[in-house]
């Protein structure tokens, strides 16, 4: 018993973090991140090798599939904390450790049958449909939501102990699976290139090997797909039959070159990692070529805090919001797509960079200390050879095409391929670096918003969204990563925004 509790002690002093995202999590996603890169905790790159599975952002009885089985991949000894605020974060990371390091907590989280059929909270009745992240009933709060006696590491051991997170759902990473498993297998039988390397990776450029377990068997709806080992349901396509584990059976069908090939129907989304939280795109495959491409379901069907929008809402609402801190926060928002972006082409170090000149830029920090950062990163950025030659010619969308579809703001001014768009939000980002202290009033007309141009009935994202389809269609998977990573589009958007989250 004393060196069992020996060992847990010394696991658990540096554990690695599993990192999901709910829809509207994001200003809790920032603070994780945050806290972790502060504390030198490792994402986890596959759930195989986590020790604690942190949710940001607010329940989501859709996702609660995809947790479970996600849940049910991690070995033991394991921990998970959901926080749904920002201020949650210190204290939950702490009671994560904290219950990886009892041996009693452990033994009783493996005592306790899952819920197979009720998703991840085992108590579905207890919840309107949607992304609604309500106030649970006493004993089952989530974390900043008036726990009922015990503090955040009782919780910890309420939800890690008590099947919660027992029900089935992958939960899969593109790229490199920091949300997911271990590769792409269900596609195509094997690994699949995606642009770069591993981006929780080991080496400073972009271009390496990386592994791609693009596809998440879980739609918004519940189980939808198949993928890797641990798929769901047959129902797309011809037929019901699934091999063992539940990869449904491929179908032939016909390639572009007429050639008959197996096809697979995949869902992206709506858990990956490096992808915007909840959106769903279905995909059929053959090999690991893009067929046929549909968008799932665009709003959660809730009031969200659309968090990178929130200057142009309040604005929009006749608030005063001075244009430096509209800016600045269309300046973060840049760079955490840029951080996405270089993390799915394999380009970690810069990824990281990114990240930090985001987090300095939320905290307040003046022109003067970023601006000069900024530069070098667009410099480095921008001009990397590698970078260009792994993603030149994927996913272009000319200006005019763009601007049809509804498309404004940097994708519809880049007028080009994925190099084109990157290199527009540098030059964007270090614009708005320099215009920071600016004091006169946000007009949300005029100055557009990190997306594209303000429209609560038609959000940016919308039409940024609607032309992921068109774009994906003959593209290979890993490229396909790539493309949604360029454009980015912000799930959050596209859902009513609500006035007073946006006051918060």
């Known amino acids: 018993m004393g060196l069992t509790a020996a060992l847990m002690r010394a696991a658990a002093a540096r554990p690695q973090v599993l990192l999901v995202t709910s829809p509207g999590g994001t200003a809790v996603r920032l603070a994780v991140e945050a806290e972790l890169r502060s504390r030198d905790w490792p994402l986890a790159s596959t759930p195989a090798g986590a020790d604690v599975m942190v949710v940001a952002g607010p329940d989501c009885p859709r996702l609660r599939s995809a947790l479970g089985r996600l849940w049910q991949d991690m070995p033991q000894p394991r921990a998970y904390v959901r926080a749904t605020t920002a201020d949650d974060v210190p204290a939950l990371l702490d009671a994560g450790r904290a219950c990886l390091s009892s041996p009693d907590r452990q033994r009783a989280e493996a005592r306790t049958p899952g819920c197979e059929d009720e998703g991840p909270s085992g108590r579905d009745d207890e919840h309107r449909e949607g992304c609604e992240g309500e106030h649970r009933e006493e004993g089952q709060a989530e974390s900043g939501h008036g726990r009922s006696g015990g503090g955040p590491r009782d919780q910890v051991h309420r939800e890690s102990g008590s099947g919660d997170l027992g029900s089935g759902g992958e ?92 096809r697979l129907h995949l869902p992206l989304g709506p858990v990956l990692a490096d992808w915007p939280a909840g959106l769903v795109i279905r995909v059929v495959l053959q090999g690991d070529v893009i067929q046929q491409a549909d968008l799932g379901e665009l709003s959660a069907g809730r009031v969200t805090d659309p968090f990178w929008a929130r200057p142009w809402i309040l604005a929009s609402a006749g608030e005063p919001v001075a244009v430096g801190e509209a800016v600045r926060r269309r300046a973060a928002a840049r760079l955490d797509s840029l951080g996405r972006l270089l993390s799915v082409a394999g380009w970690p170090a810069e990824a990281v960079t990114a990240r930090r000149l985001r987090d300095d830029l939320l905290e307040e920090a003046p022109s003067s200390v970023v601006l000069s950062r900024a530069e070098r990163f667009a410099r480095r950025v921008g001009r990397s050879r590698t970078l260009y030659w792994l993603t030149r010619g994927i996913g272009p969308v000319g200006t005019a095409d763009a601007r049809a579809a509804g498309v404004s703001g940097p994708a519809a001014r880049a007028g080009g391929d994925v190099p084109a768009r990157y290199r527009q939000w540098l030059t964007e980002v270090l614009d708005d670096v320099r215009a920071l202290d600016s004091t006169a009033l946000l007009d949300p007309v005029a100055w557009e918003s990190p997306r594209g141009r303000w429209d609560a009935e038609r959000p940016p994202s919308a039409a940024l969204a609607g032309l992921l389809p068109g774009l994906l269609v003959g593209a290979e998977l890993g490229a396909a990563r790539l493309v949604v990573a360029s454009l980015d589009p912000d799930p959050d958007e596209l859902s009513a925004p609500s006035l007073e989250a946006a006051r918060g």
């Open 171 to 262: 939960h899969r990473s593109g790229g490199v699976d920091h949300e997911g498993h271990e590769g792409h297998e269900g596609s195509s039988g094997g690994e699949h290139r995606s642009g770069g390397a591993d981006h929780e990776g080991h080496h400073g450029g972009p271009g390496g090997e990386r592994r791609n377990a693009d596809a998440d068997p879980q739609g918004p709806q519940g189980p939808q797909g198949h993928h890797g080992h641990h798929g769901h349901g047959g129902h797309h396509g011809s037929g019901d039959m699934e091999m063992p584990g539940g990869v449904p059976m491929a179908e032939p069908g016909e390639d572009r070159d007429g050639l008959t090939l197996d």
